[in-house]
């Protein structure tokens, strides 16, 4: 119990952020999205000939995950751009 009184103000300070995105931030769903996506790419390539093939096809699942939703409003951050702009001014 002091370990973890000891670091509470960084594990609780999804609380300083507004109510809208809360959700957002402490769930996993889009690391879990993107680790999924990259199971399913990896998956048919049982082995891969080097490590510096394996990064190439990483990077690049990466890449087109980001060009995808480069453009995507996270669920709540929409309301509260303005908010969030001014914490990190």
Do not use: C
Not at 55 to 70: E, F, H, P, S
């Amino acid at each position: 119990i002091k370990n973890l009184q000891k670091i509470e103000e960084d594990l609780l300070v999804f609380y300083q952020y507004p109510k809208q995105i809360r959700p957002s931030i402490y769930s996993t769903n889009m690391i879990e999205s993107i680790n999924n996506m990259i199971k399913r790419k990896t998956k048919p390539k049982s082995e891969f000939p080097t490590e510096e093939s394996l990064d190439n096809v990483l990077g690049v699942q990466a890449i087109g995950y980001n060009d995808r939703n480069a453009n995507r409003t996270h669920k709540g951050f929409g309301q509260v751009t303005d908010t969030l702009e001014s914490y990190f001014d």
